[in-house]
């Protein structure tokens, strides 16, 4: 390893799959901007976990 830089499998199979879902979806619809449309629901589900963490539940 050039850089010693090691990442989690499973982080990297997520990373691969987004790609492939965004390379379908443009092929499906060009027009598709796959990050604009789930940031709405990344932010909400990110909101949600925070508030359990901070909260306790």
Same mark, same amino acid.
């Given at each position: #390893?050039? @850089?010693?830089?090691?990442? /989690?499998?499973?982080?990297? =199979?997520?990373? #691969?799959?987004? #790609?492939?879902?965004?390379?379908?979806?443009? =092929?499906?619809?060009? =027009?598709?901007?796959?990050? /604009?449309?789930?940031?709405?629901?990344?932010? @909400?589900?990110?909101?949600?976990?925070?508030?359990?963490?901070?909260?306790?539940?």
């Amino acid at each position: #390893m050039k @850089h010693k830089v090691r990442i /989690e499998p499973n982080y990297t =199979s997520v990373v #691969m799959a987004i #790609m492939v879902i965004d390379g379908l979806g443009r =092929s499906l619809d060009p =027009s598709l901007n796959l990050l /604009e449309a789930v940031t709405p629901c990344l932010l @909400h589900r990110a909101r949600t976990q925070l508030t359990d963490y901070i909260v306790g539940s």
